[in-house]
């Protein structure tokens, strides 16, 4: 009974573990695929941010060099 406890907390906090960095890493966006773009304009000038954290997949990063790309196209 007691090694069947022990097994039983073992796998609640294992599995505990793996789930919520998941969770975590899902709402700072790690696993984005895709950019955002944020503009502020004002009469003469126009600022464009590019939304980034340390982490993330290939094609995020992909992305921002292809928008960093056009608009450097577009001057």
Do not use: W
């Amino acid at each position: 009974m007691k090694k069947a406890l022990v097994l039983l907390i073992f796998l609640v906090l294992t599995s505990c573990t793996l789930f919520f960095p998941k969770v975590a890493f899902k709402r700072a966006g790690i696993f984005d695929t895709k950019s955002e773009l944020k503009i502020i304009e004002s009469k003469n000038q126009r600022i464009i941010f590019i939304g980034m954290h340390h982490f993330g997949k290939k094609e995020f990063y992909d992305d921002v060099t292809n928008k960093i790309d056009s608009l450097q196209k577009l001057d």
